[in-house]
Nanobody, 127 residues
Framework: QVQLVESGGGLVQAGGSLRLSCAAS????????MAWFRQAPGKEREFEAA????????YYSDSVKGRFTISRDTAKNTVYLQMNRLKPEDTAVYYC????????????????????WGQGTQVTVSP
Protein backbone atom coordinates (compact mmCIF):
# COMPACT_ATOMS: atom_id res chain seq x y z
CA GLN A 1 0.00 0.00 0.00
CA VAL A 2 1.36 3.38 -1.00
CA GLN A 3 1.66 5.83 1.84
CA LEU A 4 2.99 9.36 2.21
CA VAL A 5 3.48 10.59 5.76
CA GLU A 6 4.22 14.23 6.53
CA SER A 7 5.84 15.41 9.75
CA GLY A 8 7.54 18.45 11.19
CA GLY A 9 4.61 20.81 11.50
CA GLY A 10 3.92 22.84 14.60
CA LEU A 11 3.52 26.28 16.10
CA VAL A 12 6.16 28.90 15.41
CA GLN A 13 6.43 32.66 15.74
CA ALA A 14 6.59 34.89 12.72
CA GLY A 15 10.12 35.06 11.36
CA GLY A 16 10.90 31.56 12.56
CA SER A 17 11.64 28.35 10.66
CA LEU A 18 10.29 24.84 10.30
CA ARG A 19 11.37 21.83 8.29
CA LEU A 20 8.70 19.52 6.98
CA SER A 21 9.39 15.94 5.92
CA CYS A 22 7.39 13.59 3.74
CA ALA A 23 8.35 9.93 3.88
CA ALA A 24 7.06 7.59 1.20
CA SER A 25 6.52 3.90 1.75
CA UNK A 26 5.01 1.06 -0.18
CA UNK A 27 6.93 1.83 -3.33
CA UNK A 28 9.71 4.06 -4.57
CA UNK A 29 8.87 7.48 -6.01
CA UNK A 30 12.40 8.20 -7.12
CA UNK A 31 11.25 8.47 -10.76
CA UNK A 32 8.49 11.01 -10.17
CA UNK A 33 8.18 14.69 -9.37
CA MET A 34 7.02 15.50 -5.86
CA ALA A 35 5.43 18.64 -4.52
CA TRP A 36 4.14 20.46 -1.48
CA PHE A 37 0.71 22.07 -1.35
CA ARG A 38 -1.04 23.83 1.48
CA GLN A 39 -4.60 24.55 2.44
CA ALA A 40 -5.68 27.31 4.79
CA PRO A 41 -9.12 27.27 6.45
CA GLY A 42 -11.82 28.24 3.98
CA LYS A 43 -9.42 28.30 1.04
CA GLU A 44 -8.56 26.06 -1.87
CA ARG A 45 -5.51 23.82 -1.77
CA GLU A 46 -2.59 25.79 -3.24
CA PHE A 47 0.65 24.71 -4.84
CA GLU A 48 3.84 25.87 -3.11
CA ALA A 49 6.85 23.93 -4.38
CA ALA A 50 7.86 21.01 -6.58
CA UNK A 51 11.02 19.05 -7.25
CA UNK A 52 12.02 16.83 -10.14
CA UNK A 53 12.83 13.16 -9.76
CA UNK A 54 16.56 13.89 -9.73
CA UNK A 55 16.29 16.86 -7.43
CA UNK A 56 18.07 19.05 -9.96
CA UNK A 57 15.01 21.13 -10.86
CA UNK A 58 12.71 22.97 -8.50
CA TYR A 59 9.76 25.29 -8.91
CA TYR A 60 8.08 27.59 -6.40
CA SER A 61 4.98 29.69 -6.07
CA ASP A 62 5.57 33.41 -5.85
CA SER A 63 4.30 33.43 -2.27
CA VAL A 64 7.14 31.24 -0.97
CA LYS A 65 9.95 31.84 -3.46
CA GLY A 66 13.10 32.92 -1.65
CA ARG A 67 11.82 31.73 1.75
CA PHE A 68 11.10 28.02 1.24
CA THR A 69 13.41 25.35 -0.15
CA ILE A 70 12.30 21.95 -1.39
CA SER A 71 14.74 19.05 -1.49
CA ARG A 72 14.67 15.28 -1.64
CA ASP A 73 16.69 12.30 -0.51
CA THR A 74 16.03 9.59 -3.05
CA ALA A 75 17.74 6.90 -1.00
CA LYS A 76 15.40 7.64 1.89
CA ASN A 77 12.37 8.13 -0.36
CA THR A 78 11.79 11.42 1.44
CA VAL A 79 11.10 14.99 0.37
CA TYR A 80 11.65 18.02 2.59
CA LEU A 81 10.40 21.58 2.78
CA GLN A 82 12.62 24.02 4.65
CA MET A 83 10.51 27.03 5.55
CA ASN A 84 12.28 30.21 6.67
CA ARG A 85 11.06 33.70 7.54
CA LEU A 86 7.60 32.31 8.20
CA LYS A 87 4.61 34.65 8.13
CA PRO A 88 1.16 34.32 9.73
CA GLU A 89 -0.28 33.90 6.23
CA ASP A 90 1.75 30.70 5.88
CA THR A 91 -0.56 29.09 8.42
CA ALA A 92 -2.17 26.05 6.77
CA VAL A 93 -2.21 22.29 6.55
CA TYR A 94 0.72 21.26 4.37
CA TYR A 95 0.46 18.22 2.09
CA CYS A 96 3.05 16.39 0.04
CA UNK A 97 2.08 14.81 -3.24
CA UNK A 98 3.47 12.68 -6.05
CA UNK A 99 2.77 13.18 -9.74
CA UNK A 100 3.11 10.09 -11.91
CA UNK A 101 3.38 12.21 -15.07
CA UNK A 102 7.11 12.37 -15.75
CA UNK A 103 6.79 15.77 -17.44
CA UNK A 104 7.89 17.98 -14.56
CA UNK A 105 6.32 21.23 -15.70
CA UNK A 106 3.04 19.80 -16.99
CA UNK A 107 0.24 20.88 -14.63
CA UNK A 108 2.89 21.40 -11.99
CA UNK A 109 0.67 23.60 -9.84
CA UNK A 110 -2.59 21.72 -10.41
CA UNK A 111 -3.62 19.55 -7.48
CA UNK A 112 -5.74 17.29 -9.70
CA UNK A 113 -2.59 16.30 -11.59
CA UNK A 114 -1.12 14.59 -8.53
CA UNK A 115 -1.80 10.94 -7.86
CA UNK A 116 -0.76 10.31 -4.28
CA TRP A 117 -1.24 12.50 -1.21
CA GLY A 118 -0.23 12.48 2.40
CA GLN A 119 -2.58 13.20 5.29
CA GLY A 120 -1.14 16.65 5.95
CA THR A 121 0.67 18.37 8.79
CA GLN A 122 -0.49 21.57 10.48
CA VAL A 123 1.73 24.64 10.43
CA THR A 124 0.65 27.59 12.56
CA VAL A 125 2.56 30.87 12.53
CA SER A 126 1.73 33.31 15.29
CA PRO A 127 2.17 37.08 14.81
Amino acid sequence: QVQLVESGGGLVQAGGSLRLSCAASGRSFSDYPMAWFRQAPGKEREFEAAISWSGSTTYYSDSVKGRFTISRDTAKNTVYLQMNRLKPEDTAVYYCAVKKNLNFYRDIDVSEAYDYWGQGTQVTVSP
